[in-house]
């Protein structure tokens, strides 16, 4: 809308780069142009002011299909006013000089006739097309037709219309229609739903028989380790077994031939040493085979006076030196006082010392006894040694 500004006589008109103002006077152009600005007088001036910028027009309008089902096209118009000096002459732009807006409502006629144009070229279409048909392919060739349609009306490009462009946004069926034929199609896809559901437990059920089933082999299988463990464990136990056994056994027999040989051993050491004693007693007794009976008393009192422990005091009764003395005084003694070799003891004198004779013990010689050959016998185990012996 124009900028007018007012003073008593006259009138300052201030239009925009959008609009084209053309102003008569007379009848004839004065001014005629966009951004224009001028003064005029309002009692003989005559002002038209025509957009030229873009303008759109929302579409919405009934039509019937070939098979009498009622649809709802859904569009938008664009447009433009490409003569406006001619445009002006056939509609009413005319503005009021005082406020600078328009006497009529030219923009909604040339709306009128753009949306008026666009809608017969589609009821020409929808009017042999069948509802299917319109759903699936109506928007493409709405547009397509309306376009067309538009481009060929001689009243648009008298009037000085261009239409820019022409957008189908959608073509709906009645609410009980679409629900109709919404329901197939929802029936379809919810049994797809419900088969892909199906298949989908059918396919979570064989892999869980499947897990199961590598469950229960992998179980068998462990059971089957299990058992062959055990055997293994058995066969290592038997055969540890046998060899302790066996090792067991070695070491007895080892300990048994140690035993054996050690025995063997000892009795040899054993022989070897009884015989060496008997050698030595043997040639012990030898050396004291030609010494005479008084040599051989003399040497086991030595003996015995070496062996007995300390006396404090000794008794020396007549009963013990009788006989000493007795046999003293006897003829058959020797310079030592025994008997000499060969001579026989005088009758009445027992062949055993009495009781005046000293014990039997360790280094003490037993009893002389004359034997047949006229020697003494000698004790054992601590008879009196020979001197030097």
């Known amino acids: 809308m124009a900028d007018i500004s007012r003073l008593p006589w006259l009138r300052h008109l201030r239009g925009a780069p959008t609009t084209y103002v053309v102003h008569l006077r007379g009848g004839k152009v004065v001014h005629e142009g966009t951004g224009q600005s001028f ?44 003569d406006p000096s001619g445009t002006s002459s056939r509609v009413d732009f005319s503005i009021d000089p005082d406020t600078g807006s328009w006497r009529g409502r030219p923009l909604e006629q040339l709306h009128g006739m753009l949306a008026e144009s666009a809608q017969q070229s589609a009821l020409d279409l929808l009017a042999r097309t069948t509802l299917a048909s319109a759903l699936v392919e109506g928007v493409v060739a709405l547009r397509d037709r309306i376009s067309a349609g538009l481009a060929s009306d001689a009243r648009l490009a008298e009037t000085g219309l261009a239409v820019i462009g022409i957008r189908v ?70 055969k540890a077994a046998q060899e302790d056994a066996a090792a067991s056994q070695i070491r007895t027999e080892t300990e048994a031939a140690r035993e054996e040989r050690l025995s063997l051993v000892k009795a040899n050491a054993t022989r070897s ?25 003399g040497l086991a009192l030595r003996d015995l006076a070496i062996n007995l422990p300390k006396v404090q005091s000794l008794v020396l009764s007549p009963d013990l030196l009788s006989p000493v003395l007795a046999r003293l005084g006897k003829d058959g ?29 360790p280094g003490t010689p037993a009893s002389g006894q004359t034997g047949q050959k006229g020697r003494a016998e000698p004790g054992r185990g601590g008879a009196a040694r020979p001197p030097g012996k």
Do not use: C
């Open 169 to 238: 946004v959608a073509v709906t069926p009645e609410p009980d229609v679409e629900k109709a034929l919404k329901t197939p199609v929802r029936e379809q896809v919810q049994q797809e739903a419900d088969k892909a559901t199906f298949e989908r437990r059918a396919v979570a059920v064989e892999r869980e028989r499947a897990i199961g089933e590598n469950e229960l082999q992998t179980r068998i299988e462990l059971a089957k380790r299990e058992e062959q463990l055990i055997m293994q464990n058995g066969a290592n136990a038997r």
């Open 39 to 82: 003064w005029f007088r309002p009692l003989s001036a005559v002002l038209s002011e025509v957009p030229v910028d873009d303008r759109e027009i929302p579409l919405m309008f009934h039509a019937r299909t070939s098979d009498f089902q009622d649809v709802v096209v859904q569009g938008t118009l664009t447009f433009r006013i490409t």
């Open 273 to 297: 040493m009884g015989e060496a004693r008997g050698a030595a007693e043997v040639a012990w007794l030898s050396s004291y085979r030609n010494i005479d009976e008084g040599k051989l008393l």
């Open 333 to 361: 003694l020797g310079e030592t006082g025994g008997l000499l070799p060969g001579a026989a003891p005088p009758s009445g004198t027992p062949a055993q010392v009495g009781p005046a004779s000293p014990p039997s013990g």
